[in-house]
């Protein structure tokens, strides 16, 4: 089935970028100074969310014919391409991507035909359904396990190790307490950030 | 059976290793084309190639010492290489070791910054290796290349780092600093003439072993993707030389006996066993997979049985951890494929220790000068001893180990350990996997960098200015 796989949804969007190459920065170079601009790791907007696996951002300058005989075949625009791996409904994940980060939302699609800013979510939401491509061959990486589980598998796994580090010596009573201890502790625990190390 | 390889083109202690028990390394530095070119040729005669040593009158043929030659980028330049084989290197070479350290995670304690001063400002142009039978025919030829230097302004000795076997009970050894027996898994070379042992070349379909192609490690010959591999030109510039990686790496002895021992006491198998798990050897050399309960003196002194093993009759780790040092540098058949995938990371290890050992049963101290210096030849530096440094001693992935290194020699960060896998078929507490977390940083970097070691032809037309590009 395109665009799914499992619990996992493959978006893949090519918004037309303004071609006004008279502009300095052009809108392509002005996109990728954003993109360079922003934070990473936990301090990325995209951290805000933890609804994505992986997003990737690429601007597309222009295809080229590679074989013979040479021919001109360009792109009427350049493109930027986004794509996401997330988990649940597309409507509901880009209404929460728009609100979660609309400074981000626009700093990337602000220079697109057709981006209608951020005031309105159903408007952002539909600009970009008319931007997506169907994602034909779609292998999710994780097409069973949301990010809010990998997240809270992960921050059990470190806290596994921490507990055994600390208790692989002893004898079977104190072993048994500091469990029940351990156990309680991690039902109380909050779970890893996106984008945390 | 005659060799196919031109060992009187190649230099010597590469597809054979040396035996002496005295290294000294003199590192030269050329400021003149012509006084640097002057200096090689003066001591050309004395170079050493891997032709055998024939034995006749009595006596054995080999020599009281040894002299090889290895050149860096930054020498070559130095040396008027035209232009043309300049920027046919490949890229690492050209870029040097320390230029590379993020890659090869010299970062932390073995960041450049804390490097020795004569390897952080690049000043090796001319690396030089003297093997001795004894302190006098170390410093005899040292003193002859001296005097070779004096001779030519231009040409000075930057430094120089003394090496050789460790003395322990009144024997030399081939031990290092914290303890292991070391240098049994060198691989065996196609067209050397010599016949090859178990367990050290690759593994063929039948199960019986082969030695690798000599291209691995020799230029101008097929390599295991049976390709003549990417060469500098001209052809006789690259024909029958090798790249060399030069590591210095201080052994902080104090720190891995006080974990050993903590960790040891809380280890169900004791010190010993654990000690072997970190590695995949025991003390004396010994192989878990063939031996998991004791080391094996018998088994270990037999070359045909010392190191005949493979790992996927050991999927779980059960005998040799998934994560122990030679099961990182070296996987064998546990990486699919029948073995084929560790046949492209493949070394040839001709280091030695530096520094006095410290007596068994001494705590040792982390600040002496002692430790190892890391000789590795490879006709890829990228793609042979990068890649094992890079993918299988600082990351575990390949190794079901997440982002866990080699106890031994990885970068540590805080959350970093080693798992030793249990064993389900027992019934005590050795059915449980046992982690060592908090690892101190046993190994740091304290300099080195990449070199080529020419043919004897190549060292030739270099020494003449002669190397010629159409």
Redesign the interface.
């Known amino acids: 089935m395109p665009n799914v796989s499992g619990s996992s949804y493959g978006l893949t969007v090519l918004s037309p970028i303004r071609d006004e190459r008279r502009h300095a920065p052009s809108p392509p170079a002005a996109i990728r100074a954003y993109l360079n601009s922003v934070g990473t790791g936990k301090d990325s907007p995209l951290a805000r969310l933890a609804a994505h696996h992986f997003v990737r951002f690429a601007v597309i300058d222009d295809v080229f014919f590679e074989a013979y005989p040479a021919h001109a075949d360009h792109l009427r625009s350049p493109y930027l391409l986004f794509t996401s791996d997330f988990n649940g409904d597309l409507d509901d994940y880009l209404t929460r991507f728009v609100t979660a980060m609309p400074e981000f939302v626009r700093g990337v699609w602000g220079n697109c035909y057709g981006f209608p800013g951020t005031e309105s979510a159903p408007r952002f939401v539909e600009y970009i359904k008319r931007c997506q491509i169907t994602t034909s061959l779609y292998f999710a990486d994780n097409p069973t396990t949301t990010v809010e589980q990998v997240l809270k598998a992960l921050d059990l796994q470190?806290k596994m190790?921490?507990f055994?580090?600390r208790t692989?010596?002893l004898d079977a009573a104190p072993l048994q307490e500091a469990f029940r201890s351990f156990v309680s502790e991690v039902r109380r625990a909050s779970t890893l950030a996106p984008g945390a190390d | 059976m005659s060799p196919q390889l031109e060992l009187n083109d190649i230099q010597g202690n590469t597809v054979f290793g040396y035996r002496f028990p005295h290294t000294r390394y003199l590192f030269i530095r050329v400021d003149r084309v012509e006084s640097g070119r002057r200096f090689l040729r003066s001591i050309l005669a004395d170079v050493t190639t891997s032709a055998r040593w024939e034995s006749r009158n009595g006596s054995s043929g080999k020599p009281s010492s040894t002299l090889n030659v290895a050149i860096s980028y930054a020498g070559f330049v130095a040396l008027g290489l035209p232009a043309r084989s300049l920027a046919s290197f490949p890229c690492e070479y050209q870029q040097g070791m320390l230029a590379r350290a993020t890659l090869n995670h010299d970062t932390g304690c073995s960041e450049p910054s804390r490097w020795d001063e004569v390897w952080r400002t690049g000043a090796v142009h001319v690396l030089l290796s003297i093997y001795g039978r004894d302190v006098a025919a170390l410093d005899e030829k040292t003193s002859r290349i001296e005097h070779a230097i004096a001779e030519f302004e231009g040409v000075s000795l930057a430094g120089r780092q003394g090496a050789g076997k460790l003395f322990i009970d009144g024997e030399y050894t081939e031990r290092e600093h914290f303890g292991y027996r070391d240098g049994i898994g060198n691989p065996d070379v196609d067209g050397t003439g010599v016949a090859g042992r178990p367990g050290r070349g690759k593994l063929s379909a039948d199960g019986s072993w082969l030695p690798l192609a000599a291209g691995e490690f020799i230029l101008g010959q097929p390599d295991e993707a049976q390709e003549n591999p990417i060469a500098p030109v001209p052809v006789q510039l690259a024909r029958n030389g090798t790249f060399m990686v030069f590591r210095k790496l201080h052994q902080n002895v104090a720190s891995f006996r006080r974990y050993l021992g903590e960790q040891g006491r809380?280890y169900a198998g004791g010190r010993d066993l654990l000690a072997a798990k970190f590695v995949g050897r025991w003390w004396d050399g010994t192989p878990l997979e063939l031996s998991p309960d004791r080391a094996d003196p018998a088994l270990v002194g037999d070359e045909n049985r010392n190191n005949d093993f493979r790992y996927t009759v050991d999927p779980e780790g059960v005998r040799c951890p998934l994560s122990s040092h030679i099961r990182r540098a070296n996987p064998r058949d546990a990486d699919g494929f029948g073995g084929t995938i560790a046949n492209r990371h493949r070394i040839i290890r001709r280091g030695v220790s530096y520094g006095p050992w410290t007596p068994e049963g001494k705590p040792g101290d982390d600040e002496s000068e002692h430790g190892f210096i890391f000789v590795a030849l490879n006709a890829s530096i990228e793609r042979q001893f990068e890649f094992v440094q890079q993918q299988w001693m600082n990351y575990g992935n390949d190794f079901l180990q997440g982002n866990d290194r080699d106890l031994l020699v990885g970068t540590h960060r805080p959350?970093d350990?080693m798992v030793i896998q249990g064993d389900p078929a027992r019934r005590d507490v050795l059915k449980?996997?046992?982690?060592c977390?908090?690892l101190p940083q046993f190994v740091e970097t304290r300099g080195g960098d990449y070199f080529f070691v020419p043919g004897m032809n190549a060292l030739r037309h270099i020494a003449n200015g002669t190397v010629e590009t159409h």
Request: charged share 20%; net charge positive; no cysteine.
């Open positions: 470190r190790i921490g055994i580090a692989q010596g | 809380l959350q350990k449980r996997p046992f982690l977390t908090g």
